[in-house]
């Protein structure tokens, strides 16, 4: 039989997410995300004890459950380009299935670093940073990506437009999750990815 308090909190923080989301997590009282459940300020208590312990577990979820996915694709050892493919297409994943804890992430993040429960977010973003460097930094030893590349100018273009796509992206749109991912990857590889020469044309002589 399913548990109906854990139902319960899972639809307080779906509300929660989608206001923090839609106001601001500061805008957003306790009175609001109560109203909108149809409860009173007191009931929301019951479940939890402020509306900071519901942004951490917002945002732990969603950032454990993105970087659960990306030590599954890096473990399947496909090499810098396929890897880098494979997470910036879970990276789109995310932002369709939980638009709304990625859309606090990226508004929120700077300042709930600033508060000592919220300092996972800071290590997460190091470990971040230092995944997709270090595939850039890989593929381009191996000669997938351009030798010209520098590494932290094209990490910040591809973490800065995979992120602000949260801003445009319409889960209801004509293009699917997965499409919008591959035009995105074949719009960024067609620029970092080697050129090749074409052969050249044998001549008879």
Excluded: C
Aim: aromatic letters at 10%.
């Amino acid at each position: 039989m399913p548990d109906q308090n854990s139902g319960r909190r899972a639809e307080l923080l779906d509300l929660a997410a989608e206001l923090f989301a839609e106001h601001g997590y500061r805008s957003t009282t306790v009175r609001d995300i109560a109203d909108a459940a149809g409860i009173l300020s007191g009931s929301l208590y019951h479940h939890f004890d402020s509306k900071e312990s519901m942004a951490d577990e917002i945002l732990r979820g969603f950032l454990d459950s993105l970087f659960g996915r990306y030590a599954e694709i890096v473990e399947l050892g496909l090499g810098p380009r396929k890897t880098l493919e494979a997470i910036v297409t879970a990276s789109f994943e995310a932002i369709d299935s939980q638009q709304a804890a990625v859309a606090i992430y990226q508004n929120e993040a700077k300042h709930l670093t600033k508060l000592e429960r919220f300092a996972y977010i800071e290590t997460r973003n190091t470990e971040f940073h230092r995944l997709w460097t270090d595939l850039l930094t890989e593929g381009i030893a191996d000669g997938a990506f351009r030798p010209d590349l520098d590494v932290e100018v094209v990490f910040r273009f591809i973490r800065d437009t995979v992120w602000f796509a949260v801003h445009w992206y319409n889960p209801k749109g004509s293009l699917p999750v997965e499409e919008i991912a591959q035009q995105y990857l074949t719009i960024v590889l067609d620029g970092i990815a080697t050129r090749r020469r074409p052969a050249k044309r044998r001549t008879d002589g």
